[in-house]
């Protein structure tokens, strides 16, 4: 069953803001870390690491820091950018399974001492890049109950895992444990039981090894308040309780120290990009509304319509109809929501404005920069 999101004040709808130079995300850092606590509370002893891909915005960094979350990084300029919001680099966890060589080097070089891997590959290049460290290895997922599965590109089966860090282990490298993604927007709070247990099926191989593996990162997953509604974080926190019980205590397995790397649950609700209405038109029987934000100016996510943003509109408040929402560029690929068109008012017009409610993450960071002469979308700090 499908229930809505707990209702917070950091998901209370704002007034559509006053005219101004669109597109932007309005950012609430205080919202972030509000709900930044409100997870460390639904997953008590678990360490929440912002995953800073989904919005790396100096503010918001800071703000987190300041509270006490640590972070997930993919990159050098990641790195930097935490450790210049007040981070310290053993709050640091390097995700990215796949790296060039000279990022690994140069991360370690600032500090960082926990690395993902999925390979034999790339076991032995952070072995040769930072020697000494520690990795985690990242098994696959099936994804399924997200939005926005992450289940092609990375992670392996768990009995590759269990060999991948054995030869970690030989290159001189702490294996410190497992990791997986269950996919963005998971919607399943029991997502995580099958790789929970799948990871303590490796931490058991492992020991017969003489191998102690002591971290799982649960990855991220937990859900913003998007279109379609999500069960509450408690459903999730308890959730996984029962899966790290089922397959680590009641299996007279010792009990890992845990992690998670959620960018969407901390970051979304605390930002809405505001745009404006460019035109309006009727291709044949079908109502067309053009914005000046799209697939290619920072919502890349409705790539596919995979994310649901909620709207709100200047013009609420009428009678409204279904419609395309596209966006402000000449490729024919930015269309925001075609296969299942949105409903907004029939009085929508030019210039009225149009806001994408928890569009705090993954906004920014996807803008191209300069493509059809579009700038990348600024963000602007407010407080609500």
Known sequence: MTLALAHSPALAPAPVPAARVTPYLALDPTVAVRRFRMLARTLPGTAVHYAVKANPHPALLAALAGAGCRFDVASPAEVRACLAAGAVADDLVYSNPVKRR????????????????DSPEETRKVAEAAP??????????????SDWPLSRKYGCSAPQ?????????????????????????????GAW????????????????????????????????????????????GAAVETALRRSFDDAGLPRPRTLVEPGRSVVGDAGEVVTTVVAVLHRGDTR?????????TGMVETLDEAIRYRLATSADGGPTGPCV???PTCD???VLYEKRPVQLPLAL???DRVVLRSAGAYSTCYSTVGFNGFDPMPTVLVSR
Do not use: K, M, N
């Not at 000279?102 to 891997?117: C, H, M, P, Q, Y």
């Not at 895992?161 to 919607?187: C, K, M, P, Y």
């Not at 490796?202 to 069960?231: M, N, Q, S, T």
């Not at 067309?288 to 290619?296: I, K, M, P, S």
């Open 349 to 351: 017009a030019e210039g």
């Open 161 to 189: 895992a269990v060999e991948i860090l054995t030869l970690a282990d030989a290159l001189g490298l702490g294996a410190a444990g497992i990791s997986f993604h269950v996919g963005s927007q998971q919607r399943d709070p």
């Open 288 to 296: 067309w509304v053009y914005l000046d934000a799209g697939v290619f």
């Open 193 to 236: 039981a099958s790789p929970v247990a799948a990871a303590a099926r490796v931490f058991a191989a492992l020991a017969g090894r003489g191998i102690r593996p002591w971290l799982l990162d649960l990855g991220g997953g937990f859900p913003a308040h998007h279109e379609g509604g999500a069960p509450p974080l408690a459903a999730y």
């Open 132 to 145: 000494g460290s520690e990795v985690l290895c990242r098994i696959v997922t099936s994804g399924e109950g």
């Open 325 to 327: 929402l596209a966006g």
């Open 102 to 117: 000279d990022d690994i080097t140069e991360s370690a070089a600032l500090g960082v001492r926990l690395f993902v891997v």
């Open 332 to 334: 024919s690929a930015d």
